[in-house]
């Protein structure tokens, strides 16, 4: 199956692109306030020295996509506001996942994160029938999230996503789900 994990994918008020190392400064900003990570696990993301590692993380998966508030203005204004990525799940086979999201608190609430997924999730259900979220069993705005975009709570595994296994919530989000919720959102 050919799946395209670095789009170009815009709507009226964001932009997402493959992230580049030329990011780190535009992104570090989007994570460097402590409340963009207080219910996240790794909570201390916020810090440069633990950030950067991260970034270069994201940046080797080459499957990460920035978030750009169009409303800023042209390439050289425009803020980086957040990422998320693409991945397969690790426990299911010819699958995909969006994950690794995070968003300046800044842009928590509204449509920033809808806006994010509506574009990530319609491009992956042009090939996958079901799309993956995996989310730390603390981090209760990120499920909130994630149900609020239809996505169902399917079960809890120990999964090494980004390292050692650690539990993990595991939401899916099918593609008629995904239609019914943006029927109802039109």
């Known amino acids: 199956m050919t799946f395209n994990t670095q789009p170009r994918l815009s709507n009226e008020i964001l932009t997402l692109r493959p992230l580049a190392e030329a ?3 535009g992104l570090y900003l989007a994570a460097s306030s402590p409340e963009t990570w207080a219910g ?5 993301r916020w810090q440069r020295d633990v950030f950067e ?3 270069e993380y994201l940046l080797a998966t080459e499957t990460t996509l920035v978030a750009i508030d169009n409303a800023t203005g ?3 204004e425009a803020r980086i506001i957040g990422c ?3 991945y397969p799940a690790p426990d299911i086979e010819d699958s995909m996942s969006i994950g690794f999201t995070f968003l300046d608190s800044l842009y928590w609430g509204g449509v920033w994160n809808r806006a994010m997924k509506t574009l990530m999730l319609d491009h992956a259900f042009e090939t996958f029938d079901e799309i993956w979220l995996h989310i730390a069993p603390n981090n209760i705005r990120s499920q909130r999230a994630a149900e609020k975009i239809g996505a169902e ?3 809890t595994a120990d999964l090494a996503i980004s390292g050692e296994p650690t539990k993990t919530r595991c939401y899916r989000i099918t593609k008629n ?3 019914n919720e ?3 959102n039109s």
């Open 40 to 44: 996240h696990p790794k909570h201390d």
């Open 84 to 86: 998320s990525r693409y």
């Open 182 to 184: 943006q029927s109802k």
């Open 74 to 76: 042209g390439a050289h």
């Open 177 to 179: 789900n995904w239609q």
């Open 23 to 25: 990011d780190f400064e």
């Open 53 to 55: 590692s991260y970034f």
């Open 153 to 155: 709570y399917a079960y």
